[in-house]
T-cell receptor, first 117, second 111 residues
Framework: GAVVSQHPSWVICKSGTSVKIECRSL??????MFWYRQFPKQSLMLMAT?????????EQGVEKDKFLINHASLTLSTLTVTSAHPEDSSFYIC?????????????FGDGTRLSIL | KQEVTQIPAALSVPEGENLVLNCSFT??????LQWFRQDPGKGLTSLLL?????REQTSGRLNASLDKSSGRSTLYIAASQPGDSATYLC??????????FGTGTSLTVIP
């Protein structure tokens, strides 16, 4: 079945560094991918909609200059957390839709746990 | 903006009991509604998807219902097992394929 792969699954880094998270659709093309964030003991919140070949659309309150999204191909979207700080520590999950198969369930990645020291 | 609420926030039941998890949403203009399971520190496992034109879906011991006009969905789990212990998330999908997640119900099934 269709799979969405996220990499890395866990990253720990120092405050001030930038971290890139990849989201790949392995056996289908995705014109649109979505990025979600989950703080401890909270639910998932939509951060942004990633559109292939164009700028991402960010939800209110999400800083576009801090969370850079690039969707350069139909199978890859990247989220870069720039100058990460401890408050950015969270669980980040992406999802993608198999656009060519119409109304099919979205596929979620396994998530990336980001810990900023 | 769509708001999704789940009740109860936490639930503890003895093994074998049937149980119901509740989900409500504020905007009835949804595309799909989906129930997920999330184990601690893990990603999402899709359990059931109900399209907006459907009233319910069943998979094994799970049954989900949808009343779009009233903005409600329920997830029924029959004959609960310790392996069912997890957080259950309700999510509504809009026509733009964006998901709005509920606050989750943390379920513990006691052996």
């Amino acid at each position: 079945g269709a799979v969405v792969s996220q990499h890395p699954s866990w990253v720990i880094c120092k405050s001030g560094t930038s971290v890139k998270i990849e989201c790949r659709s392995l056996d289908f093309q995705a014109t649109t991918m979505f990025w979600y964030r989950q703080f401890p003991k909270q639910s998932l919140m939509l951060m942004a909609t990633s559109n292939e070949g164009s700028k991402a659309t960010y939800e209110q309150g999400v800083e576009k200059d801090k969370f850079l999204i690039n969707h350069a191909s139909l199978t890859l979207s990247t989220l870069t957390v720039t100058s990460a700080h401890p408050e950015d520590s969270s669980f980040y999950i992406c999802s993608a839709n198999d656009w060519f198969r119409g109304n099919q369930p979205q596929h979620f990645g396994d998530g990336t746990r980001l810990s900023i020291l | 903006k769509q708001e999704v609420t789940q009740i109860p926030a936490a639930l503890s039941v003895p093994e074998g009991e049937n149980l119901v998890l509740n989900c409500s949403f504020t905007d009835s203009a949804i595309y799909n509604l989906q129930w997920f399971r999330q184990d601690p520190g893990k990603g999402l496992t899709s359990l059931l998807l109900i399209q907006s034109s459907q009233r319910e879906q069943t998979s094994g011991r799970l049954n989900a219902s949808l009343d779009k006009s009233s903005g409600r969905s329920t997830l029924y789990i029959a004959a609960s097992q310790p392996g069912d212990s997890a957080t259950y998330l309700c999510a509504v999908e809009n026509t733009g394929n964006q998901f709005y997640f509920g606050t989750g119900t943390s379920l513990t099934v006691i052996p």
